[in-house]
């Protein structure tokens, strides 16, 4: 259940709603959290080398359509500093290696918190992250896919769908989880292709759905607008 409270005249003051909502919860046994709209979220970006998922998400946040912050970009490349620097963002390249991954994920461990991070988006950055690391953000890590999922998981989606044939392909975007590309679902879209299109082709048009299933994701989840249970979401308009 989502229900939505304007406070405007409420009885009871803001910072004392939670604990008198606990008095009825632990009555009933229930599972709850209280988000207020007023609170603006601080998002950390992690980026790779494709820069169409972080530059919209980026635009869209400076226009007003995602009502956040972005006060920080963390990349295991140094590509997309200058992308950083026009947003006015700092933007700190932090190199992974298999044999550094834990020592690295501590450094950014400590940026998210020193930057108050409640957020994180990877914006196409194809690394695999912990699962230390995640379970301090359950359900607060938002991954894009480029495939529509459950099909084609792992590497090269596009390469295996143009090898399959399909007429649709398209992206997910969902919440990191330990289990790769298996996390709840939260947005998907599909674009058609025939057998006209060669591979780059099919990389072309999905880069236009991945943009826009992250930024619907993120909007929905900026807006509180999404119900985790089990390992499927519920998504309201």
């Known amino acids: ?12 003051e803001k910072e004392y709603l939670k604990e008198k909502f606990d008095e009825i919860t632990k009555k009933f046994s229930m599972q709850y959290s209280i988000k207020f709209s007023s609170e603006i979220q601080n998002i950390a970006i992690f980026a790779g080398k494709e820069e169409h998922c972080l530059f919209d998400i980026l635009l869209k946040q400076k226009a007003g359509e ?28 932090i190199e992974k290696t298999p044999e550094n991954k834990i020592s690295q994920e501590m450094k950014e461990a400590e940026l998210l918190e020193k930057f108050k991070i409640d957020t994180i988006i990877l914006a196409k950055y194809m690394q695999i992250l912990s699962p230390n690391f995640i379970e301090n953000y359950p359900d607060r890590i938002i991954n894009v896919h480029h495939s529509f999922l459950p099909a084609f998981k792992g590497a090269k989606p596009y390469l295996q769908a143009y090898t399959r044939g399909v007429k649709l392909i398209g992206a997910t975007a969902h919440y990191v989880t330990e289990e790769l590309d298996n996390g709840p679902i939260i947005e998907q879209e599909v674009v058609r292709v025939s057998h006209r299109d060669i591979l780059s082709d099919f990389i072309e048009k999905g880069k236009i759905v991945e943009k826009l299933v992250l930024a619907r994701a993120l909007k929905a989840h900026l807006e509180n607008k999404i119900l985790v249970y089990g390992n499927k979401t519920v998504v309201f308009d």
């Open 1 to 12: 259940m989502r229900v939505e409270f304007d406070l405007a005249d409420f009885a009871i």
């Open 66 to 93: 995602l009502k956040c912050n972005i006060p920080l970009i963390i990349s295991n490349h140094p590509d997309m500093e200058n992308i950083a620097k026009f947003f006015n963002c700092k933007y700190y390249v």
